[in-house]
């Protein structure tokens, strides 16, 4: 005897990234966590947060969160919807646009979450494979039967970026809801992001995460814009209490401290596009990385170590990287970007591994 719906038990259970115990001296490079820590201020809120804040109930409409968002972004609050990390907003925008027996189109491959999350809902998701150079084949995309069309962007794991023009094509072609995951948009040329689509088009979601950029994946805090009556609707199919009372004013402190996180974007763009040079030169393949980590192709031959096996010598020396068993990445590796002291240690390992 089962207690358990049929659908619920035939899920696998979603892959991550190892998780090597909080302490242990690994150099872990495969949650594309950032290696700096949150802004002073926000370390700071963290210490100073009173007895009241755990003993009430939070705010359950995030309204001083919804406000310093809205004011950052140039919306209105009632476009704004806060999430216990966007991973709890990607579940709501299956519950309450898509649901049993309709469907999702993503691009493959892409952020595998969404498969399982809609899965959970008895939704189906069809596969649009990328082209041969790992781009979004966008006329696919729009020619879909599916009822919502997911675009990361930059993709998650290629790191590849859809200009902007190409993401309005899509956005004004395509009938029903569009949902642009832009957890890593901040790693991006400026001007990318589909932020001034959510005002123009009333098919537009734009997912964001205080998880990389931030340093707050631990916190738990992620938010989305669009038209008043796709918040409304969000607002509706949501726990009450979705975000505890700590994380809305760590978040929002990390707002107030945005120059702050503006300097590490910009270390971290710096070391990607060195590290990206330095793989090259040890023969790797590299995508152009639009994200705050790379994809890259070892150089392949029969002497040489296959991606995998790169991986687990990686493991052996300490150092956590992410390999995917899909099809189009099993030859490859996915690589977050750490400090350039914690790349050195990267580049140095590999080369010792490939001569
Ligand atoms: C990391 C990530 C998220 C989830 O972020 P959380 O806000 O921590 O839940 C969402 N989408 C993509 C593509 C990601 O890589």
């Known amino acids: 005897m089962t207690f358990i719906l049929p659908h619920i038990e035939q899920l696998s259970t979603y892959v991550l990234g190892e998780h090597p115990p909080d302490g242990s001296s690994v150099l872990k490079l495969n949650q594309n966590e950032s290696p700096y820590p949150p802004a002073q201020l926000v370390l700071e809120t963290l210490r100073t947060i009173g007895e009241e804040s755990i003993r009430r109930y939070p705010d359950t409409a995030c309204g001083e969160l919804r406000a310093a968002l809205s004011h950052r972004h140039n919306v209105k609050e009632e476009q704004v919807f806060c999430g216990n990390g966007s991973s709890e907003i990607i579940s709501l925008i299956i519950k309450v646009f898509v649901g049993p027996g309709r469907c999702i189109a993503i691009p493959d491959p892409s952020f595998s979450l969404y498969h399982s999350v809609a899965a959970s809902y008895q939704a189906a998701s069809i596969r649009i494979p990328l082209r041969d150079d790992y781009t979004i084949d966008t006329d696919l995309l729009i020619r879909s039967e599916a009822d919502v069309l997911v675009l990361v962007n930059p993709n998650a794991p290629t790191g590849r970026l859809l200009p902007l023009v190409e993401v309005e094509q899509i956005v004004s072609q395509f009938r029903g809801l569009v949902v642009i995951d832009e957890a890593y948009m901040d790693f991006a040329t400026p001007g990318s992001s589909a932020l001034p689509l959510a005002q123009r088009y009333e098919n537009v979601l734009i997912l964001r995460t205080f998880s990389k950029a931030y340093a707050l994946c631990g916190a738990r805090v992620g938010y989305c814009i669009a038209r008043k009556q796709l918040i409304s609707a969000l607002e509706k199919g949501k726990d009450i209490y979705n975000i ?50 790379v994809l890259c192709t070892p150089p392949s031959g029969p002497e040489k170590y296959t991606a995998r096996e790169l991986y687990q010598e990686l493991i052996k020396r300490n150092i956590y990287v992410r390999h995917f068993e899909h099809p189009r990445l099993s030859d490859k590796l996915r690589i977050s970007i750490g400090t350039d002291e914690e790349m050195r240690l990267v580049t140095t390992a590999l080369s010792e591994l490939l001569n």
């Open 244 to 293: 505890n009372a700590i994380s809305q004013r760590l978040a929002e402190a990390a707002l107030r401290a945005q120059t702050y996180t503006d300097r590490t974007i910009a270390a971290t763009k710096l070391t990607r596009d060195a590290f990206s040079a330095e793989l090259e030169q040890l023969e790797f393949e590299v995508l152009p990385s639009h994200t705050n980590f």
